[in-house]
């Protein structure tokens, strides 16, 4: 009796089957904790390795955007559709339902307006607000070449230390003034000093000439940020281009929530990013959407 025991005593073992030690999917990540990489495979898709981040923080300096009056009526719609929501806590808590399971990257720089000089940023959320809000990462943005260049970098140091504690991530956003030139060169140095001091990941504009070489630079994922608004065509062909050139996904506010038919665009963007659609094919589904929508 006692052999038998011992058979099926090792059969439960599985004494001949090695454990398996999977490598995680995202680039530069595979030494973080298992907190941050659970979070950060929260906002990217394990099996595209890519995000559709909706951004509606707009108004934490510039107020009311354009679409972003009504944000129950007009962007809760569409999350849905998003991988991620990128916002402020003030409407997280206002408007968006708890029961909610979308990941959310809470935007916790901030402290100056549209009518002053925007790099003086703060650290504005305490890292408990993020711990509280059960939140996926934190984004800081970050002011290469700007008058508080060093505060908004330390800024986002700070997030990082202290997000590591926790294991939540630090978004770095790279914000880029009007007098300065939006080339690569510029979106290389920026978004590498962003990595090199510690951000998880780094939001950029997309360039056309040489973006391949910002994402090759760049040791953890970039996901592209939209920029003001520009005709559905163009802005599809934009976030194909960035994905294929190396982008993990985009972080899009005013070519979606903007679009003639945001609900269409989103899920034109979502085809792009994550089945790597042709733009012209999803250009076709967004027309699709957007006239079915149209009859209901
Ligand atoms: C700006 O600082 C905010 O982080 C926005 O979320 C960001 O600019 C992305 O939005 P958009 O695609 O409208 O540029």
């Known amino acids: 009796m006692a052999d038998i025991d011992e058979m099926q005593e090792a059969k ?3 004494a001949d089957i090695p454990q398996k030690t999977e490598g995680f999917f995202l ?3 595979n030494s973080l904790d298992w907190g941050m990489k659970n979070r950060l495979a929260q906002i990217f898709n394990p099996e595209s390795g890519r995000t559709v981040m909706l951004a ?3 108004g934490y300096f510039q107020g009311p955007t354009t679409g972003l009056e009504r944000i129950d009526l007009n962007i809760l719609p569409l999350t849905t559709y998003a991988d991620t929501l990128m916002l402020t806590r003030g409407i997280l808590r206002s408007i968006v339902p708890p029961s909610i399971t979308k990941s959310i990257v809470l935007r916790v720089s901030g402290g100056t307006s549209i009518l002053k000089e925007l790099s003086n940023e703060e650290i504005a959320v305490d890292i408990e607000e993020s711990i509280r809000l059960n939140v996926c990462a934190m984004a800081v ?3 290469i070449g700007g008058e508080y260049e060093k505060e908004s970098i330390i800024n986002m140091t700070r997030m990082v230390d202290m997000g590591t504690r926790y294991g939540i991530p630090t978004l770095a956003v790279t914000a880029v003034g009007k007098d300065m030139d939006r080339d690569a060169r510029y979106f290389r140095l920026a978004t590498r000093i962003c990595a090199e001091l510690g951000a998880h990941y780094i939001k950029t504009y997309y360039i056309e000439k040489n973006f391949e070489t910002v994402c090759a630079s760049c040791p953890v994922p970039i996901v592209m940020a939209g920029g003001k608004k520009i005709p559905e065509p163009d802005a599809l062909t934009m976030a194909y281009n960035a ?6 996904g985009v ?3 005013r070519n979606i929530f903007q679009s003639e038919a945001p609900i269409a665009m989103i899920q034109a963007v979502r085809a792009v990013v994550h089945d790597n659609e042709q733009p012209d094919k999803a250009l076709d589904l967004y027309n699709t959407i957007k006239n079915e929508l ?3």
């Open 12 to 14: 439960k073992f599985y």
């Open 27 to 29: 680039k530069g990540s």
């Open 56 to 58: 509606i923080d707009h």
């Open 141 to 143: 943005q970050v002011f």
């Open 243 to 248: 994905v294929q050139q190396g982008a993990s």
């Open 251 to 253: 972080d899009m506010g």
């Open 294 to 296: 149209s009859k209901s």
